[in-house]
């Protein structure tokens, strides 16, 4: 039995290395059709593809930072620069569900607002934002 689990081990180990080298393979075809939709600053083929008998479109997802579109720390800035009327307008105070929630800002009425008002708090709402990051998906068309 020995000799039949140490092969089983083997094998295991063999199809990891060779995943391995697939996984880096598809990477490396990923990162190649991302740069062709870069250089038509596109985020997805226009055209989809046949492959195999199915259909198939090419495009780009934006990857959720999973702390939201902004950082909190630097947004705590915002407080000095807005009126409390304003304040109040795009501040989340703290909430509890089962947990506590810390107090955050939306995201989308500070950008508009900030828009709006411009100079130091767009700069503030600007610094805090999240790189954002895409990945290449290759999905069926149902």
């Known amino acids: 039995m020995n000799a039949s689990v140490e ?17 880096i393979a598809i990477y490396d075809l990923e990162r190649q059709l991302s740069g062709i ?6 985020m997805k083929f226009a055209d989809p593809f046949f492959v195999e ?14 702390s939201g579109t902004f950082d909190q720390s630097i947004l705590q800035k915002v407080r000095e620069v807005l009126s409390p009327n304003n304040h109040e307008i795009v ?7 089962t947990k506590k ?4 800002y939306d ?5 508009a607002l900030a828009k709006q008002v411009g100079g130091e ?3 503030i709402v600007e610094e805090s934002r999240f790189p954002v990051r895409y990945v290449t998906k290759i999905m069926e068309v149902k």
């Open 7 to 23: 092969e089983i081990v083997r094998t295991i180990i063999k199809k990891r290395k060779e995943q391995e080298v697939l996984d």
């Open 37 to 42: 939709l870069d250089i038509d600053n596109a």
């Open 53 to 66: 008998g199915k259909t198939y479109v090419v495009k780009k997802v934006k990857i959720p930072n999973p």
């Open 91 to 97: 501040y989340k105070k703290p909430w509890e569900e």
């Open 101 to 104: 929630h810390p107090g955050k």
């Open 107 to 111: 995201g989308v009425k500070l950008s």
């Open 121 to 123: 708090l767009l700069e």
